[in-house]
């Protein structure tokens, strides 16, 4: 199936930096989702972007589809430690089906 | 808020036994999902439902696997042979427009 490569796998960053990642495949999406999942939870949709180029915030999160419409990045500015737990990136291409991405597991350091 | 919700939180089963997950999608919504998601792996897609039919299937979803709607507002997934690779997270997802909202999960044990 469709590979969506997210990177980094893991971060560990100190409370108040900022954090970025992102995730590529290679087909062009309709659609981008970033998620973020806690242990033993369903992921809770963050952001979803519709167009290439388009930029979305929510709070301190910001997310970009890419012109390419092959990527697609997250940034969460000013961390706190409730932002701790895992990001997934999904993708849409014209059918109803979304990949995943691998996950990128945040660590806040207080 | 409205929310998709997942019964039960968790299942134990023995080998080979059939097991049914329940889920009642946001209620205006229109496609319904199964996905499933291996312990410490990435969520995987199962399949997609809409006009009481399935859309696409991943090729995880062999014929051991089968949805159904039996009425208006439950989605359920039967595994009808369980097997020990069976265990995992399984997630139903809804959705109205290209946003899919998540259920809390129901997280099947294979004995």
């Known amino acids: ?110 | 808020e409205p929310e998709v919700t997942q019964t039960p939180s968790h299942q134990v089963t023995q080998m080979g036994q059939e097991v049914i997950l329940r889920c009642v999608p946001i209620s205006n919504h229109l496609y319904f999902y199964w996905y499933r998601q291996i312990l410490g792996q990435k969520v995987e897609f199962l399949v997609s439902f809409y006009n009481n039919e399935i859309s696409e299937k991943s090729e995880i979803f062999d014929d051991q696997f089968s949805v159904e709607r039996p009425d208006g507002s439950n989605f359920t997934l039967k595994i009808r042979s369980t097997k020990l690779e069976d265990s995992a997270m399984y997630f139903c997802a809804s959705s109205w427009t290209r946003r899919e909202f998540f259920g809390p999960g129901t997280r099947l044990t294979v004995l």
């Open chain 1, 1 to 110: 199936g469709q590979q969506l490569n997210q990177s980094p796998q893991s971060m560990f960053i100190q409370e108040g930096e900022d954090v970025s990642m992102n995730c590529t495949s290679s087909s062009i999406f309709n659609t981008w989702l970033w998620y973020k999942q806690d242990p033993g939870e369903g992921p809770v949709l963050l952001i979803a972007l519709y167009k290439a180029g388009e930029l979305t915030s929510n709070g301190r999160l910001t997310a970009q589809f890419g012109i390419t419409r092959k990527d697609s990045f997250l940034n969460i500015s000013a961390s706190i430690p409730s932002d701790v737990g895992i990001y997934f990136c999904a993708g849409q291409e014209a059918g109803n089906q979304f990949y995943f991405g691998t996950g990128t597991s945040l660590t806040v350091i207080p």
